[in-house]
């Protein structure tokens, strides 16, 4: 396969910001070049330098636009696709009038496939090239979604749902059938190119006992894997967690006791937490996302992000389609940088760039492979647009400095500020420089 050579500014980084004058976190060139060869980064860097070894290499000329790691969406269910922006509840009865109807129709291989489609296309519109995905609760849509991922050579990291009670039947399994599907899965592809099973009780509510204990099993078994599940979002919920599972500490401690809580574990949202849940997090590893549109739309609350990175959390940033109302991981952060406000606390827009990609990626432990412009990492870039609409270049005019243009894009910015997305070294954006 032939080199492709893409020109424009670059702006990569090493580590997060302390603050916007932290200027040893990231690398930033006005006249930069990415090499991309086999679908991974060659050589980065100004392009008087990269460019003579890319003798060879078809040229991009993305000048004026900004070139970055493309973003990673920590959380995010892709059989939601369709009930995003449903009116008017909180989550119990937002997931019982809306969600789980919606999702039951993904025991149909074909519907699934369908929408997997539709999923991954509108991903890459809006920058994301790698997300942490919860299919439905039926092996097929975690088939049709790996199989979606592969054909476009995606990184994907999902699991299909396990739920065995609290819900409708179409949307069940049984503690058995949901150990043994995941366990296929996971035989099927985790590992496979650039797939990654993430073991996935949706949450205690919807999950046995006995379930949770399968998982867990699940869990100790396949430690190379992911685990993700929902914590602590809205009260009504976690008053009922507190029903179900009457000798738990706290929510926190229905995981901990079954042994899914580590490194790998995603947690969506973790909004309403106690002083020991908060120091059990910090001290198993275990990763809060912060779902910001989401928490607004469904009311849920205000996601703490100083005082858990106090404690020496790291939390993930996410979307969480289809509560969540915008797949773009601006506009996440753009919600984000509110709910910080809210709290008298301070999302600078170079640590939010860094959050969407770098940071991301070291959530997930994938900073060696994504989340950069690094050599040797795989070639999954965006290209971003200050300029994208009529009110982003009346507000370009006064900017001075690349921390302000970027502040710009976190607040206006949405898929149309991505002029387009590479995954693994291919434009997904037809039809566009
Ligand atoms: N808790 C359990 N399931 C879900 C879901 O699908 N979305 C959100 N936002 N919270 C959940
Ligand atoms: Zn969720």
Known sequence: MTDTL????????????????????YTYVEDGAVLIRDDLIAASGAFDVVSPDADDATLIDHRPHLLMAGFIDAHIHFPQVQI?????????????GYTFPAEAEYANAQHARAMAGQFCGLLADHGTTTAVTFCSVHAASA???????????????AGKTMMDRNAPEAVLDTPQSS?????ALIDHWHGQGRASYAITPRFAITS????????????????????QTHLSENHDEIAFTAE???????????????GLLGPRTLLGHAIHLQEREISAMAELGAHPVFCPTSNLFLGSGLFDEAGLRAQGIQSGIATDIGAGTSYSMLQTLNEGYKILQLQNQKLHALRAFHWITRGNAEVLGLEKKIGTLDVGTEADIVVINARATPAMTLRMTMVESLSEEL???????DDRAIAQTYIAGQPQKKGVL
């Not at 009457?246 to 929510?251: F, G, S």
Request: with cysteine; net charge negative; hydrophobic share 40%.
């Open 6 to 25: 893409l020109r424009g500014r670059i702006l990569t980084f090493h580590r997060e910001p302390a603050d916007p004058d932290d200027t040893d976190a």
């Open 84 to 96: 995003v922006a449903s009116w008017g509840s909180q989550l119990l009865d937002w997931l019982n």
């Open 143 to 157: 088939e049709a979604l790996f199989a979606e991922a592969a054909d476009r050579n995606m990184r994907m990291i």
């Open 179 to 183: 150990y043994d599907d995941s366990k």
């Open 208 to 227: 046995s006992p006995a379930q949770l204990e399968l998982a867990g099993a699940l869990a100790s078994e396949h430690p190379e894997c992911f685990v």
């Open 244 to 258: 179900l599972y009457p000798d738990a500490r706290d929510y926190l401690d229905v995981y901990e006791s079954y």
């Open 407 to 413: 502040f710009v894009v976190q607040m206006m910015g």
